[in-house]
């Protein structure tokens, strides 16, 4: 089973910042992986089902695309 997470503070301001500019994703700061903004997945129009760490589609959607129910997500929602 896979062991899921929160990302650190840091990752998720990275994550806040690079949604604010509209960007496709950010560099973890620990990890130094690539990951896809919550701002960019809306773009794409639905769910892919790889439980994306920033998943913005409602849990309905996400299982319609296959994506793993435990996976959770961290989306940036605008104030």
Known sequence: MTQYTQPSKA????????CAREEAG???PKTKLFVLTSFYLTEQ????GNGCRHCPWPKEEQQRAGRDPDAPAWPYKKA
């Open 26 to 28: 950010y560099i973890d």
């Open 45 to 48: 129009g639905e769910c892919c």
């Open 11 to 18: 990752a998720l301001e990275a994550h806040q910042k690079a």
